[in-house]
DNA sequence: CCTAAATGTTGTCACTGACAACTTCGAAAG
DNA sequence: CTTTCGAAGTTGTCAGTGACAACATTTAGG
């Protein structure tokens, strides 16, 4: 009989999956982005995977160490999409910075269970090695971009540090309260694209143009 | 025989607690700083309190319950904080806008369980009767500020809705920045709220006067 | 004084995560 | 091709949990 979980198509099913941890974490995923992390289960990811409830344990040393694993991989994917969108903005790099903002509030809307990952406490306390070469990775590429915005003229003379931490707290907090706060629940994905970037035009403007011609 | 647990002092252990719904949501405060809300047990709170496993539930619904619960009693705490940062401001819009935003990441950083029951995603969709109507002040405390400042001259022309989500977005932001992220675990309450005020700083000066002298 | 509600209790169930021991498969080495 | 070992499954068990039911005790109100 074949069975839908098999991972070699047209296959009976065997004892070996084949490609169960990529299983878990798609299908984790899946649950988070649905129902949220609470929801998630290791014993229901594999009887939805159609394996036997231990199975899990031979790639991920428990639950948090999944969790890790998928907030990794979001991290290694929104790095991807955070160069892409400043390769997209051009040379300038107050720009580039500007659209670093708008990209890392889009992806967290548009990859929810990534996001709900990134935020978890306990994620945030793990030591998983892929996730802090990810989030190692994910600092420098905000940092280098937030050095070239203050070398273009954005906020000389504050420590960039300072100014980090200010932008990625501005991000993400608008990230996290569009994806909890039930006012924002169902904004289709182009009204909220437009609210992000009127947000990190607060942060940093759309250019260099932009930033020389600001008064307040 | 006289027990720690009984809520009269100097009487026998009896069979009703008598305070056990504000004893299990500061033994619960107390698990959440220490532990955080994963470490957070219904059973284990009882067993704390002295009480059987099923005494909870005569308070609170589910375990999700007790967590609103708790951050309506943060959120109600904070919106005082709140207003006497304000008040002690004076009387510049401006000035207590910027006093506002610190003194939400400061409360934070000295309630580590009601930041963290904040921004529990169970909290965050929880329709508990008293958190929403903790949160709809809290967004009617913010919002006025935010009108009051802006009257005063911080970004005329930016939709206020917009103003609001972006100050809230920074503050807490960096307060769950402040909270979760390693490098500054340890960091001295003191140095956090410099560098608290430094991004703040970064969102809305600390006066009308430096908001006039900006130049960027 | 009586009654009903509040607030405890004991008990049970299903589910979970974690761990142990065993089984099957696949890859590598000879 | 065979053997061996490790990978990756399996079944089984345990302790803890949340939730619910039924019972017991206390308290407050009429």
Redesign the pocket.
Known sequence: MLSLTT?KAGHPM????????IALLDRAAEVIAESGIEA?????L??DI??????????F?????LLAALAAEGQRRMIDALNEAAEAAGDDPVARYNALGRECIRFSLMNRAYALAFENPEVQRHSDKALLEARAAYNRTVRQAAEAAQQAGWHPGVDVDVLQLFSTAAATGAASMLIHDEQYQGMPLEEAERLAAQIINLVIPPSSNALRSNRK
Not at 14 to 21: Q, S
Not at 40 to 44: G, I, P, T, V
Not at 61 to 65: E, G, M, W
Request: glycine share 6%; charged share 25%.
């Open positions: 991972s065997t004892y070996h999956h084949g490609n169960l941890r998630l289960s290791l014993r229901a594999a009887r159609g394996v036997s409830h231990a199975a899990p344990s031979r790639h040393k428990d639950k948090a160490d």
